[in-house]
Nanobody, 124 residues
Framework: QLQLVESGGALVQAGGSLRLSCATS????????VGWFRQAPGKDREGVSS????????LYSDAVEGRFTISGDTAGSTVYLEMNSLKPEDTAVYYC?????????????????WGQGTQVSVSS
């Protein structure tokens, strides 16, 4: 059972930045696809970004393209989501997810391991 732990969520003003972390023990994430998803109150879960560390493939949703950057550490134990130019509409609980799939994906159905989430709140 792969356990994922997110951290880094906070309250920030619009235009600010945050870095979220998704960590696990061992180097499993090096070989998995890892995705960041978010869910705002009353809205469906939304895929934000995804990475496969082993081949460097990344994906971003249109909503965050150019503002967010996903990356993985060389140890393969942590994936980061660097969020810049934050907007109030980025407010949500952010989840990381992982799966040993062959490509990056923003589809939540492609993931079977999920973290508990971290709250990001952006004030106007």
């Amino acid at each position: 059972q792969l356990q994922l732990v997110e951290s880094g969520g906070a309250l920030v003003q619009a235009g600010g930045s945050l870095r979220l972390s998704c960590a696990t023990s061992g180097d499993f994430l090096r070989y998995y696809r890892v995705g960041w998803f978010r869910q705002a109150p009353g809205k469906d879960r939304e895929g934000v970004s995804s990475i496969r560390i082993i081949d460097g493939a990344t994906l971003y949703s249109d909503a965050v393209e150019g503002r967010f950057t996903i990356s993985g550490d060389t140890a393969g134990s942590t994936v980061y989501l660097e969020m810049n130019s934050l907007k109030p509409e980025d407010t949500a609980v952010y989840y990381c997810a992982a799966n040993p799939g062959p490509y990056a994906s923003l589809n939540g159905n492609d993931y079977n391991f999920w973290g508990q989430g971290t709250q990001v709140s952006v004030s106007s």
